[in-house]
Every structure is written in structure tokens, then in C-alpha cells.
């Protein structure tokens, strides 16, 4: 699923953003806190509007789509888990594929497999409240992923997790996503490094630079320098 943003403003918080995701590809939005990343996020499935320019999702405008239908086709993994308290592994993770209208045979094949990549077999009959916070953010994963979207969507899904299970984290998303457009949130550029093939930096609303990982060194705006500086 590709994304295009055309002169895409937002009062205060973007200013004429133009840059184009192709279908496929890895791409981690950073910068420092206010400089406009999860704006930019939230914008891709409709929970931001323009004030000016336009966004499209596979080659329509945003305002076009139906969004409920639209974010039923986009993975979102939020900082917190945000799982239903009340609601087993298991039927956090069916959440959208009984939107769908899945058979359940269907349904219960697919969390199964998708609990098993993810490092958690049989737990589909437990609760949130006696997963660690580690466990919570993998079943939010498998949550975003189970209907195998074209596109994922994540603001700093990671942050507030031990080095360890961070970086755990970070290549099961990697692996799990292979296949699917991914658009990352972070202030983290080691994990930037990690997550994208690509990185664009932001800045008041605006983009300084936007280079390939390979080439995310040779970037010389100060705010990139101060960046790879903090992350050595």
C-alpha cells in the first residue's frame, strides 16, 4: 500500500509535507518531540485532516475513502498496548477478523500461528492484566497484524520497554512485517537504523532530510549530526 503526501499542511503542526511511500517499503519518521512524526502517522488512516493539500492512500485521497473500511485494512501499534482489560489474548487479537467476518476455524488458525512467531505460544486464554509489558506489546502486534495488512503504522511502540526486549521487539516486527509497508515513530536513531530502510527526519512540521539508511551518515543538517552524535 503506498502513501503520498501533496503540500499536506496542518495548522502549527505541518507545513506543506510532500513525500511519496512506495508500496513495500520500510520508512522511519524522526525527530525530536512536536517536530510533526505522529501527525504525519495519524494523518495515513484519517484520524488528522489537512487544513490544506492532500494525502492518498493507494492512489485516492484520504477524504475519498471510507475510513472504516480503510483502517480495517491498516495495522496500528500505539505506544501502549491498548488492550481490552476485559477480553483474553485470544479475542484482542480476533478483534478485526471478526469484523471481517472470518469463520472462526479461520480466526483461531491464524492467531495461533501468528502467537507462535511471536514467541507466545498458549496464551490465548489469559488476560492482559498477568502479561508483562513485553508480553502486552506482542499481542498488540499480533493484534495489527493478524489480517495480514498492506500497511503498518507504528508510533514509538517500543519506547517505554528494557534495551532488551526493545531490540527482541524490533527484529520480531521486522520479521512478522516483511511483507507489508511500515511507517515507524521514534526519537530513537539506533532503532531508526534497526526498523527502515529508510529515514526522514522532522523539524517544526517540516522535513530536513530523507535518505536511504545507507546513506543516513553522510547527512549533514545539524539536527541529524546531533542524532548519529547522541547515538554513538
Given at each position: 500500500?503506498?502513501?503520498?503526501?501533496?503540500?499536506?499542511?496542518?495548522?502549527?503542526?505541518?507545513?506543506?509535507?510532500?513525500?511519496?511511500?512506495?508500496?513495500?517499503?520500510?520508512?522511519?519518521?524522526?525527530?525530536?518531540?512536536?517536530?510533526?512524526?505522529?501527525?504525519?502517522?495519524?494523518?495515513?488512516?484519517?484520524?488528522?485532516?489537512?487544513?490544506?493539500?492532500?494525502?492518498?492512500?493507494?492512489?485516492?485521497?484520504?477524504?475519498?475513502?471510507?475510513?472504516?473500511q480503510l483502517r480495517r485494512r491498516i495495522g496500528?501499534?500505539?505506544?501502549?498496548?491498548?488492550?481490552?482489560?476485559?477480553?483474553?489474548?485470544?479475542?484482542?487479537?480476533?478483534?478485526?477478523?471478526?469484523?471481517?467476518?472470518?469463520?472462526?476455524?479461520?480466526?483461531?488458525?491464524?492467531?495461533?500461528?501468528?502467537?507462535?512467531?511471536?514467541?507466545?505460544?498458549?496464551?490465548?486464554?489469559?488476560?492482559?492484566?498477568?502479561?508483562?509489558?513485553?508480553?502486552?506489546?506482542?499481542?498488540?502486534?499480533?493484534?495489527?497484524?493478524?489480517?495480514?495488512?498492506?500497511?503498518?503504522?507504528?508510533?514509538?511502540?517500543?519506547?517505554?520497554?528494557?534495551?532488551?526486549?526493545?531490540?527482541?521487539?524490533?527484529?520480531?516486527?521486522?520479521?512478522?512485517?516483511?511483507?507489508?509497508?511500515?511507517?515507524?515513530?521514534?526519537?530513537?536513531?539506533?532503532?531508526?537504523?534497526?526498523?527502515?530502510?529508510?529515514?526522514?527526519?522532522?523539524?517544526a512540521g517540516r522535513v530536513i532530510a530523507d535518505?536511504?539508511?545507507?546513506?543516513?551518515?553522510v547527512q549533514q543538517h545539524p539536527l541529524v549530526?546531533?542524532?548519529?552524535?547522541?547515538?554513538?
Open positions: 500500500m503506498s502513501v503520498e503526501y501533496r503540500d499536506f499542511t496542518v495548522t502549527n503542526r505541518l507545513d506543506r509535507l510532500t513525500l511519496t511511500i512506495p508500496d513495500g517499503e520500510r520508512i522511519a519518521y524522526l525527530g525530536r518531540s512536536g517536530a510533526g512524526k505522529t501527525t504525519a502517522l495519524k494523518a495515513i488512516n484519517g484520524l488528522v485532516r489537512a487544513t490544506s493539500g492532500d494525502l492518498l492512500v493507494d492512489g485516492t485521497s484520504i477524504a475519498s475513502h471510507d475510513l472504516v496500528y501499534v500505539m505506544q501502549q498496548p491498548a488492550l481490552f482489560p476485559h477480553r483474553t489474548v485470544y479475542e484482542n487479537i480476533a478483534t478485526v477478523p471478526r469484523l471481517l467476518q472470518w469463520p472462526e476455524d479461520r480466526t483461531r488458525a491464524e492467531v495461533k500461528a501468528l502467537l507462535q512467531k511471536l514467541e507466545l505460544p498458549d496464551f490465548e486464554n489469559r488476560y492482559p492484566r498477568v502479561l508483562s509489558g513485553g508480553e502486552q506489546q506482542r499481542v498488540a502486534i499480533a493484534r495489527a497484524l493478524i489480517a495480514s495488512p498492506r500497511l503498518l503504522l507504528c508510533d514509538e511502540p517500543f519506547s517505554a520497554l528494557d534495551p532488551i526486549i526493545r531490540m527482541e521487539l524490533q527484529t520480531l516486527l521486522v520479521e512478522t512485517a516483511s511483507d507489508t509497508t511500515l511507517v515507524f515513530v521514534t526519537h530513537d536513531f539506533r532503532e531508526a537504523l534497526r526498523i527502515a530502510g529508510r529515514i526522514v527526519f522532522f523539524d535518505a536511504a539508511t545507507a546513506a543516513i551518515n549530526r546531533r542524532f548519529r552524535e547522541a547515538a554513538s
